[in-house]
């Protein structure tokens, strides 16, 4: 399971619920204005990619081509607590490389992992697989969305999310441990700064 040291309040304030708003549209123009900037800096490219990110988000992997770029924003928020990430997706030489470009915590200064090779070793281990599990077609806004996902190449945005409290924490659990896998150095250097504790 998920243990995550939570600071406990007695009530949520408007100023805290303020807080978390301005937090979560700051991060979705975030990468939105990521995606843009990746696309003004690819305007010489020869071929045009058939990579579409409402047809292949969820098998990313294999259906982008060379020079192809997928921008991935993760809501990891919960309740009094605030944390994202955005995770770059390239694929050059025919290999697909994987980064975190940002990790926000709460008010923190953001942290940055290296780039790597995105060759994840099981189904249970990969972003795709995850992401399958969402239906995309439920977009009930009262529930944030868990993946923001872009092409820069494109105007559509893909918005994976699911309805309920319990939902999000198993999602978090399941992305954790797929991060763990990808990043067992930085993740776990992570869990000791934040006071994050994630279990086998």
């Known amino acids: 399971m998920l243990n995550r040291k939570f600071t406990t309040f007695n009530s949520r304030t408007n100023h805290s619920r303020d807080v978390s708003k301005n937090m979560k549209k700051e991060f979705l123009i975030l990468v939105l204005s990521f995606g843009f900037i990746l696309g003004c800096g690819q305007k010489t490219e020869l071929k045009k990619s058939d990579f579409k990110v409402l047809d292949n988000y969820a098998d990313f992997s294999s259906k982008m081509e060379n020079n192809d770029t997928l921008t991935i924003g993760v809501n990891l928020s ?35 992992f290296p780039k790597i090779q995105y060759n994840p070793q099981n189904d249970s281990l990969s972003l795709e697989s995850m992401m399958s599990t969402f239906d995309i ?45 990808l990043y067992p150095k930085e993740m776990e250097e992570y869990k000791l700064i934040k006071n994050i504790e994630v279990s086998e």
């Open 78 to 112: 919960m309740c009094a607590w605030e944390e994202f990430d955005l995770i770059e997706v390239t694929k050059t030489d025919n290999k697909v490389y994987l980064q975190m470009k940002e990790k926000r915590v709460m008010r923190d200064e953001p942290v940055k």
């Open 137 to 181: 077609k439920y977009q009930e806004e009262i529930n944030s969305p868990f993946f923001i996902i872009t092409n820069p190449k494109e105007e559509n945005i893909v918005l994976l999310r699911k309805s309920g409290l319990s939902n999000r924490g198993i999602n978090i659990e399941k992305y954790n441990k797929i991060m763990l896998d």
